[in-house]
């Protein structure tokens, strides 16, 4: 079955840098990769998400990249806020199939 | 609209005691969803139910049950509560993607219960 890694588990940036979380996943036919933000107390909420049919997706200060060969896809933040502090989860789904979760990156980002 | 709503958000059991937890939403999706949330291992799927009166087992459905009691409303109950079950408990809803379904979509998640056996 699919396996999902995420890296790192906790990240601390300053506020107006940049933030990278990198997810690995183990089955190659795996073809939707949706990233969720769970803020504390509340449950996760997608923020973007990809299909394999693209290598990049943008929206506003977030982007994600894909790597089919690699199987890694990353989430990347610009211009972080004290707002974006929470907790980040990376996932690998395909067509009719269950999502499969990495275990979550914390971000703290220091004013 | 309310969304995904989850109660209660806390409870407290011992070890042997039974206990339903309740999930409503309002966004008339199909699909409903109970994950749990361990430190470190991110969110396993424990049962779904694709469409309403189907039910069907996750990733780590043993010590659960569930019942999808109209299109609204998904319970998971715990029949015999262990310490292994200390968790927080999500339920998820979606009208595209995830499994029994075509195409692919965004899940909209509860709030949350946070349990804990004693």
């Known amino acids: 079955g699919e396996n999902v890694e995420q890296h790192p588990s906790t990240l601390s940036v300053q506020e107006g840098d940049s933030a990278v979380i990198k997810c690995t996943y183990s089955d190659s036919a795996s073809n939707y990769f949706p990233w969720y933000k769970q803020e504390l107390g509340k449950g996760p909420q997608l923020i973007i998400d990809?299909?394999?049919?693209?290598g990049e997706k943008k929206d506003q200060r977030i982007a994600v990249t894909l790597n089919k060969t690699a199987k890694h896809f990353s989430l990347h933040i610009t211009e972080t806020q004290p707002e974006d502090s929470a907790v980040y989860f990376c996932?690998?789904?395909?067509?009719?199939?269950?999502?499969?979760f990495g275990p979550g990156t914390r971000l703290s980002v220091l004013p | 609209n309310a969304g995904v709503t989850q109660t209660p958000k806390f409870q407290v059991l011992k070890t042997g005691q039974s206990m339903t937890l309740q999930c409503a939403q309002d966004?008339?999706?199909?699909?409903m969803y109970w994950y749990r949330q361990d430190p470190g291992m991110g969110l396993r799927l424990i049962y779904y139910?694709?469409?309403?009166?189907?039910?069907d087992k996750g990733e780590v459905p043993n010590g659960y049950n569930v019942s999808r009691l109209n299109k609204r409303e998904f319970s998971l109950r715990l029949e015999s509560a262990a310490p292994s079950q200390t968790s927080v408990y999500f339920c998820?809803?979606?009208?595209?993607?995830?499994?029994?379904?075509?195409?692919?979509?965004?899940?909209?998640f509860g709030p949350g219960t946070r349990l804990t056996v004693l």
């Open positions: 966004m008339n999706h199909n699909s």
């Open positions: 139910s694709a469409s309403e009166g189907t039910t």
């Open positions: 998820a809803s979606s009208e595209a993607g995830g499994p029994g379904l075509a195409g692919y979509g965004e899940q909209f």
């Open positions: 996932a690998a789904s395909q067509e009719g199939q269950n999502f499969v």
């Open positions: 990809i299909r394999s049919n693209v």
